[in-house]
């Protein structure tokens, strides 16, 4: 059983930045997908970026650019820097963990992924 705690939400200003933490206890698969997601109330849960153990990355096309994920793998800890914060970027957002590499087809679909934490809430304005 894997637990993941988020940490880092806050209030920020537009165009000001902020990083949010994930870090995951318990059993740790050797192959896994770290993704992050967001979701706003009554909307359905949206892929921000994720991370795999070989280190492989990938974004949600609008977040290019402006987000980078990351992963301490010695404290099994990923990391989410947001820069260039816009209102559309408010959401409560999340950390999953899946037991196998992030495919480029699939890694958004939140289905997918097995743990999730209990989400940490990013306010822009």
């Known amino acids: 059983h894997v637990q993941l705690v988020e940490s880092g939400g806050g209030s920020v200003q537009v165009g000001g930045s902020l990083t949010l933490s994930c870090t995951a206890s318990?059993?740790?698969?050797?192959?896994?997908?770290m993704g992050w997601f967001r979701q706003l109330p009554g909307q359905e849960r949206e892929g921000v970026a994720g991370i795999d153990s070989k280190g492989d990355t990938i974004y949600l096309d609008s977040v290019k650019g402006r987000f980078s994920i990351s992963q301490d793998t010695a404290n099994n800890t990923v990391y989410l820097q947001k820069d260039n914060l816009s209102p559309e970027d408010t959401a409560m957002y999340y950390c999953?963990?899946?037991?196998?590499?992030?495919?480029?087809?699939?890694?958004?679909?939140?289905?997918?992924?097995?743990?999730w934490g209990q989400g940490t809430q990013v306010t822009v304005s």
């Open positions: 318990g059993n740790i698969y050797s192959s896994h997908c």
């Open positions: 999953a963990a899946r037991a196998d590499y992030c495919s480029s087809t699939s890694w958004s679909q939140g289905y997918r992924y097995s743990y």
